[in-house]
């Protein structure tokens, strides 16, 4: 079993910074993807941002230039610094992984933290 513990958020005023952190533990292997989705009230859950282990990032447009992701991979932890932050960007951040784990090391599993808050007031 793999566990997503999400640290980070809160709440910061627009034009301002904050950063949340994830960290992977549990029976894993390696984990080939790691990113960050978001989700509004009333929204689905959309992508934010994505790394590879190799470090090959995709953003969401949205967030483009304003929002880094990076990733430290012998702590298996995922970062997410947000610049600029504007008050759409309010919601709940989940972070995901794909694990290959000791009993599926060929097949990646899909899995998601609890949820951090991130609320940027007008």
């Known amino acids: 079993q793999v566990q997503l513990v999400e640290s980070g958020g809160g709440l910061v005023q627009a034009g301002g910074s904050l950063s949340i952190s994830c960290a992977a533990s549990?029976?894993?292997?390696?984990?080939?993807?790691m990113g960050w989705y978001r989700q509004a009230p009333g929204k689905h859950r959309d992508l934010v941002a994505l790394i590879t282990s190799g470090g090959s990032t995709t953003y969401a447009d949205s967030v483009k230039g304003r929002f880094t992701i990076s990733r430290d991979n012998a702590k298996n932890t995922v970062y997410l610094q947000m610049n600029s932050l504007k008050p759409e960007d309010t919601a709940v951040y989940y972070c995901?992984?794909?694990?290959?784990?000791?009993?599926?090391?060929?097949?990646?599993?899909?899995?998601w933290g609890q949820g951090t808050q991130v609320t940027v007031s007008s």
């Open positions: 549990g029976s894993i292997r390696s984990i080939p993807v």
């Open positions: 995901n992984a794909h694990v290959l784990t000791m009993t599926s090391p060929l097949n990646p599993l899909n899995y």
